[in-house]
């Protein structure tokens, strides 16, 4: 077989194509650009070495007139569009895909090439699938299928769907080649479709997966319409779906079978995307001729959307056909749906033809499979956005181009009847170049513009974060010469302006002004968004046109209904206004699109204007969860019988126990026990399995005294809940609570064998729990079973070793019991724990002076080598021994202590403080003013450390230094009248000679 030549604008139209699902599909501004400038230049050279080769000659397809149309569709429909920039980015990514398409049919002639442009895009293809599922979590084919952070496979592309749309188009292409192939190569070519289709379903897209099964019954379908080679393929088919189930059982097939099990149920597995669907059919109802404009979709649909996705931003429609119909309108969904009919209807009737069997059956499989590629995406795109991702619309042109050659491009039977030949003069030529040249150059210039354009102002956005705002208007400036007609380059410049109101009322209204001419700029380019008028209506009200603010905010409502932010502003401006009743409609509206946190909020500005209960309630929705937080409102501010009212009436709306048992709650915090009871008995009537209110029923008998009847029902919830009537982790925890709260009811009543009777049945049933245990030990002891609770409290502080409490009340034990030797030893542990715990010191203390011990601290020294939680801990602890040692003024060992935390922590100016003092003590001057220098050093700012140094100068002698750090000292705090007092002693002093000696 003769070697195939690859020419180098294959190669570099190879380089695209593989470009773009590394590249993350090219959603991000950069990588488009790059694509396209890679295009227009591809285009170029093509065009440019075809003319000066001999004749331009462009074939023709059967769908060049419905595309023809379809372009003249979108072009009227782009002129008139409510919002024309947006649709700059559709508009490129359409003319790059129709370019590679073209460049394809009058490139790629021949068997071999087109043979070879399938194997390259396959075996990229399957090399890409076969790394996302080696690289999934780090780990071997086989072993796991989640990705990290998520539990989908999508490789480099942001998005599971995406990644499944880039697959769906070459999946098929690996079965053509398949097919026509011999050897290693079909064997190579089979595995890799396998390992594809294994990816694609392990991405656990629902719609990826059922455009796989689509595009299986369309490669089937196909192949019996044409009747040729059926029973190779059917084997063949076979044969891909057998493995495919084997691979995708090996790989682990559970988690596909749950994501699938979704779809049992439709209606509420794509539940917001029916809204979204609802939404967008009202939008073409509206427009229905020629749509609203290319790529405004995400501006015009704010119009049409409800609550149930108020708190979305909705960017595309999730199907491409009613988003098309949409944005193009019925005119151009017509239009694209007449290329696809074309485009399937001509491809399959010319591969059926018999006389095409015997000149090139190689085409066959390859057209088949292309096509079914092309079906596969297409019935993705019902239910997602896979034509926005550019990279995979692009491999969809490719697959397309590659049917429509499979099906006329024959090297041998091409009709010259289906090409146009352009001959030109020399001067023609030269006129034709020039051309091409301009219109790539102005196109490169189109497209980099936009780049440039989003470049500098994603500069700016960083610039106005930092509050750099001479920076911003700098970039904003060059975003403005790059691509002066975004409406959102307006809107940043405004918010700038806002953000940097200061200074005089005159210097404020000026800024004001620009900021409003900034927002009026941004709505004339894109008058259909919300926010402009939300924003441009803040300002007008800040300037004090009431009235225009007001038709601002309402002109923002119709345009974004589910906003909240013009409802709350149109509350303000209204209750300012001293219409309370309109003020609470517009609030209630705010709070109902999910702003349940701004209750407090609202509330406090309406109880501004007119706090009586009836005003306020009118903006609170009616909805339980707002019912019992304006409740929770009221009893904050003292207002507790209209909070109760709340309370009952939530319970009216959601009778569910959580709202009985916040009625009951309720009635508690008001101290009503005795309603409390009655309307919590009428509530277990009607909910008795509820654990809160059984509990709550508890807590109210014992404020009433009935601590024998509280005992039972704690007894009961906690046998309950152990024997697994009211089994869950949560009540698990909740059952060792009631165990300690029956066992304190009974030490209440002095009851301390009932008490540590429950305990110890507690403590079997829940061994984990310190709490029970220290509580046993402390009611053991009241039953002097000494050596048992000894026990107990060992274990307790087992349990829990950083509990100070229990370690003190160990110590307290051993104490008591004539132990002062272990008792010692605890509490010194306790002070380990926590260094500054004044009753482990006191009682060490105490027993020292009372037993005589002696006070040897070197286990604390040593205790320094311990690592601390934190820095702060340790220095304490240093602190504290240097402290007891100088209670029994041993100075020395006080230093020692201090020197040792110093070589610990070089930079921690405390100690240095705190040794200065000590050898001020011990009298020796300069290494006191030594170390209180260093702590000054190191801690610069505490006022006390320079009076200190100031005195410490003074007792030296050097007066004048002392007053200089003294005034440093007032500089820090103005109101030390250490300070003062001290400097106007120096100033009475009669001034010294060994003043002004040198230290």
């Given at each position: 077989?003769?070697?195939?030549?690859?020419?180098?604008?294959?190669?570099?139209?190879?380089?695209?194509?593989?470009?773009?699902?590394?590249?993350?599909?090219?959603?991000?501004?950069?990588?488009?650009?790059?694509?396209?400038?890679?295009?227009?230049?591809?285009?170029?050279?093509?065009?440019?070495?075809?003319?000066?080769?001999?004749?331009?000659?462009?074939?023709?397809?059967?769908?060049?007139?419905?595309i023809f149309l379809f372009c003249l569709i979108a072009s009227f429909s782009f002129s008139t569009s409510v919002y024309p920039y947006a649709g700059r980015a559709i508009i490129y990514q359409l003319i790059t895909c129709l370019a590679l398409f073209y460049f394809i049919i009058n490139t790629f002639r021949s068997t071999r090439?087109?043979?070879?442009?399938?194997?390259?895009?396959?075996?990229?293809?399957?090399?890409?699938?076969?790394?996302?599922?080696?690289?999934?979590?780090?780990?071997?084919?086989?072993?796991?299928?989640?990705?990290?952070?998520?539990?989908?496979?999508?490789?480099?592309?942001?998005?599971?769907?995406?990644?499944?749309?880039?697959?769906?188009?070459t999946i098929w292409l690996a079965m053509g080649l398949a097919t026509v192939s011999r050897g290693a190569w079909r064997l190579l070519l089979f595995a890799l479709g396998i390992l594809m289709a294994a990816a694609l379903v392990f991405s656990l897209s629902r719609g990826g997966i059922i455009g796989l099964i689509a595009g299986?019954?369309?490669?089937?379908?196909?192949?019996?319409?044409?009747?040729?080679?059926?029973?190779?393929?059917?084997?063949l088919l076979v044969a891909f779906t057998l493995l495919t189930f084997v691979a995708l059982v090996w790989l682990g097939i559970g988690p596909v079978a749950d994501r699938l099990e979704t779809l049992s149920n439709p209606l509420l597995a794509g539940k917001t995307r029916l809204e979204i669907w609802k939404g967008t059919l009202?939008?073409?109802?509206?427009?229905?001729?020629?749509?609203?404009?290319?790529?405004?979709?995400?501006?015009?649909?704010?119009?049409?959307?409800?609550?149930?996705?108020?708190?979305?931003?909705?960017?595309?429609?999730?199907?491409?056909?009613?988003?098309?119909?949409?944005?193009?309108?019925?005119?151009?969904?017509?239009?694209?749906?007449?290329?696809?009919?074309?485009?399937?209807?001509?491809?399959?009737?010319?591969?059926?033809?018999?006389?095409?069997?015997?000149?090139?059956?190689?085409?066959?499989?390859?057209?088949?499979?292309?096509?079914?590629?092309?079906?596969?995406?297409?019935?993705?795109?019902?239910?997602?956005?896979?034509?926005?991702?550019?990279?995979?619309?692009?491999?969809?042109?490719?697959?397309?181009?590659?049917?429509?050659?499979?099906?006329?491009?024959?090297?041998?039977?091409?009709?010259?009847?289906?090409?146009?030949?352009?001959?030109?003069?020399?001067?023609?030529?030269?006129?034709?170049?020039?051309?091409?040249?301009?219109?790539?150059?102005?196109?490169?210039?189109?497209?980099?513009?936009?780049?440039?354009?989003?470049?500098?102002?994603?500069?700016?956005?960083?610039?106005?974060?930092?509050?750099?705002?001479?920076?911003?208007?700098?970039?904003?400036?060059?975003?403005?010469?790059?691509?002066?007609?975004?409406?959102?380059?307006?809107?940043?410049?405004?918010?700038?302006?806002?953000?940097?109101?200061?200074?005089?009322?005159?210097?404020?209204?000026?800024?004001?002004?620009?900021?409003?001419?900034?927002?009026?700029?941004?709505?004339?380019?894109?008058?259909?968004?919300?926010?402009?008028?939300?924003?441009?209506?803040?300002?007008?009200?800040?300037?004090?046109?009431?009235?225009?603010?007001?038709?601002?905010?309402?002109?923002?409502?119709?345009?974004?209904?589910?906003?909240?932010?013009?409802?709350?502003?149109?509350?303000?401006?209204?209750?300012?206004?001293?219409?309370?009743?309109?003020?609470?409609?517009?609030?209630?509206?705010?709070?109902?699109?999910?702003?349940?946190?701004?209750?407090?909020?609202?509330?406090?500005?309406?109880?501004?204007?007119?706090?009586?209960?009836?005003?306020?309630?009118?903006?609170?929705?009616?909805?339980?969860?707002?019912?019992?937080?304006?409740?929770?409102?009221?009893?904050?501010?003292?207002?507790?019988?209209?909070?109760?009212?709340?309370?009952?009436?939530?319970?009216?709306?959601?009778?569910?126990?959580?709202?009985?048992?916040?009625?009951?709650?309720?009635?508690?915090?008001?101290?009503?026990?005795?309603?409390?009871?009655?309307?919590?008995?009428?509530?277990?009537?009607?909910?008795?399995?509820?654990?809160?209110?059984?509990?709550?029923?508890?807590?109210?008998?014992?404020?009433?005294?009935?601590?024998?009847?509280?005992?039972?029902?704690?007894?009961?919830?906690?046998?309950?809940?152990?024997?697994?009537?009211?089994?869950?982790?949560?009540?698990?925890?909740?059952?060792?609570?009631?165990?300690?709260?029956?066992?304190?009811?009974?030490?209440?009543?002095?009851?301390?064998?009932?008490?540590?009777?429950?305990?110890?049945?507690?403590?079997?049933?829940?061994?984990?729990?310190?709490?029970?245990?220290?509580?046993?030990?402390?009611?053991?002891?009241?039953?002097?079973?000494?050596?048992?609770?000894?026990?107990?409290?060992?274990?307790?502080?087992?349990?829990?070793?950083?509990?100070?409490?229990?370690?003190?009340?160990?110590?307290?034990?051993?104490?008591?019991?004539?132990?002062?030797?272990?008792?010692?030893?605890?509490?010194?542990?306790?002070?380990?724990?926590?260094?500054?715990?004044?009753?482990?010191?006191?009682?060490?203390?105490?027993?020292?002076?009372?037993?005589?011990?002696?006070?040897?601290?070197?286990?604390?020294?040593?205790?320094?080598?311990?690592?601390?939680?934190?820095?702060?801990?340790?220095?304490?602890?240093?602190?504290?021994?240097?402290?007891?040692?100088?209670?029994?003024?041993?100075?020395?060992?006080?230093?020692?202590?201090?020197?040792?935390?110093?070589?610990?922590?070089?930079?921690?100016?405390?100690?240095?403080?705190?040794?200065?003092?000590?050898?001020?003590?011990?009298?020796?001057?300069?290494?006191?003013?030594?170390?209180?220098?260093?702590?000054?050093?190191?801690?610069?700012?505490?006022?006390?450390?320079?009076?200190?140094?100031?005195?410490?100068?003074?007792?030296?002698?050097?007066?004048?230094?002392?007053?200089?750090?003294?005034?440093?000292?007032?500089?820090?705090?103005?109101?030390?009248?250490?300070?003062?007092?001290?400097?106007?002693?120096?100033?009475?002093?009669?001034?010294?000679?060994?003043?002004?000696?040198?230290?």
């Open positions: 077989m003769r070697q195939f030549r690859t020419f180098p604008h294959e190669i570099f139209l190879f380089l695209i194509l593989f470009f773009g699902p590394i590249a993350q599909g090219l959603v991000e501004v950069w990588s488009i650009t790059v694509v396209h400038i890679a295009v227009i230049v591809l285009l170029t050279v093509s065009l440019l070495f075809s003319l000066y080769k001999g004749t331009l000659r462009l074939h023709r397809t059967p769908v060049d007139l419905p090439k087109i043979y070879h442009l399938c194997r390259m895009i396959v075996l990229f293809s399957g090399i890409y699938a076969v790394l996302a599922l080696i690289w999934t979590d780090g780990s071997l084919l086989g072993f796991k299928i989640y990705s990290k952070g998520q539990y989908d496979l999508s490789f480099f592309f942001d998005n599971h769907n995406h990644f499944a749309g880039y697959l769906e188009t299986l019954c369309f490669y089937l379908a196909a192949f019996v319409y044409i009747k040729e080679q059926r029973p190779k393929n059917l084997r009202d939008m073409i109802s509206d427009r229905p001729v020629i749509g609203w404009g290319p790529g405004t979709y995400q501006f015009a649909f704010p119009l049409y959307q409800n609550e149930s996705t108020a708190g979305y931003h909705i960017i595309h429609a999730f199907n491409d056909y009613l988003e098309l119909a949409a944005e193009t309108g019925l005119a151009g969904l017509t239009a694209a749906l007449c290329v696809l009919t074309v485009l399937f209807v001509s491809c399959l009737q010319r591969l059926r033809r018999e006389e095409y069997h015997y000149f090139q059956p190689y085409f066959q499989p390859i057209g088949i499979a292309a096509l079914a590629g092309c079906f596969s995406f297409l019935v993705h795109a019902g239910i997602d956005y896979n034509f926005h991702i550019p990279s995979n619309a692009i491999f969809f042109a490719v697959s397309a181009a590659i049917a429509v050659l499979s099906a006329y491009g024959a090297a041998g039977e091409m009709n010259e009847a289906g090409c146009m030949d352009i001959n030109l003069s020399r001067i023609g030529k030269q006129i034709c170049t020039i051309f091409i040249l301009l219109v790539a150059l102005l196109s490169c210039a189109a497209v980099l513009s936009l780049y440039l354009g989003n470049r500098y102002i994603e500069e700016t956005a960083a610039y106005y974060k930092n509050k750099e705002y001479d920076n911003a208007a700098v970039s904003m400036q060059k975003a403005l010469l790059f691509d002066p007609v975004n409406s959102e380059y307006f809107r940043i410049r405004g918010d700038m302006l806002l953000d940097q109101i200061s200074g005089s009322w005159q210097k404020q209204e000026a800024r004001l002004q620009q900021a409003l001419s900034w927002y009026e700029k941004a709505i004339r380019l894109c008058p259909i968004k919300g926010d402009y008028f939300t924003r441009k209506g803040l300002v007008l009200e800040w300037i004090g046109k009431i009235t225009k603010a007001e038709d601002a905010y309402k002109k923002a409502l119709r345009r974004y209904p589910v906003s909240p932010e013009p409802y709350y502003r149109l509350g303000s401006l209204y209750l300012r206004s001293m219409e309370q009743d309109k003020a609470a409609q517009y609030f209630r509206r705010f709070l109902e699109l999910g702003k349940q946190g701004e209750l407090t909020r609202v509330l406090d500005e309406m109880g501004e204007a007119d706090g009586r209960y009836g005003t306020l309630k009118k903006a609170v929705p009616e909805t339980a969860p707002f019912r019992r937080a304006f409740a929770a409102y009221l009893f904050a501010k003292g207002r507790p019988w209209p909070a109760l009212h709340e309370l009952e009436f939530a319970f009216t709306l959601e009778p569910t126990p959580q709202n009985a048992l916040a009625h009951v709650r309720g009635l508690f915090r008001s101290k009503d026990f005795t309603a409390a009871l009655e309307q919590n008995t009428t509530y277990l009537e009607r909910f008795p399995t509820s654990l809160g209110l059984r509990e709550q029923k508890a807590r109210i008998l014992e404020r009433l005294g009935r601590r024998q009847e509280a005992v039972f029902i704690y007894r009961n919830l906690q046998q309950a809940v152990y024997a697994g009537e009211l089994f869950s982790q949560a009540n698990q925890k909740k059952a060792a609570a009631y165990c300690i709260r029956a066992a304190r009811l009974y030490a209440a009543d002095r009851r301390w064998q009932e008490a540590a009777a429950v305990l110890e049945q507690g403590a079997g049933q829940y061994p984990g729990n310190a709490k029970i245990q220290y509580l046993l030990g402390m009611y053991l002891l009241r039953l002097h079973r000494k050596e048992q609770a000894l026990v107990a409290l060992k274990r307790a502080i087992f349990l829990a070793p950083g509990n100070v409490q229990y370690r003190y009340q160990l110590g307290e034990e051993y104490r008591q019991a004539g132990l002062y030797q272990n008792a010692v030893e605890e509490w010194k542990k306790c002070l380990d724990v926590k260094p500054g715990f004044a009753r482990c010191s006191a009682a060490i203390k105490k027993v020292e002076e009372e037993v005589g011990l002696d006070r040897d601290l070197i286990n604390y020294e040593r205790r320094l080598a311990v690592q601390f939680t934190t820095k702060d801990e340790a220095v304490q602890y240093s602190l504290h021994i240097a402290e007891l040692y100088v209670q029994d003024e041993r100075y020395r060992d006080a230093e020692t202590v201090l020197r040792k935390g110093i070589e610990k922590y070089p930079q921690e100016g405390r100690l240095y403080y705190t040794l200065g003092i000590y050898l001020r003590a011990m009298k020796r001057g300069k290494e006191a003013l030594a170390a209180l220098k260093k702590a000054v050093f190191f801690e610069y700012e505490r006022a006390e450390y320079r009076y200190q140094l100031g005195e410490e100068y003074r007792r030296n002698g050097f007066t004048q230094k002392a007053e200089e750090k003294w005034r440093i000292c007032l500089e820090i705090r103005p109101d030390s009248k250490r300070c003062k007092a001290a400097i106007s002693g120096i100033e009475v002093e009669t001034e010294s000679a060994s003043a002004s000696l040198p230290y």
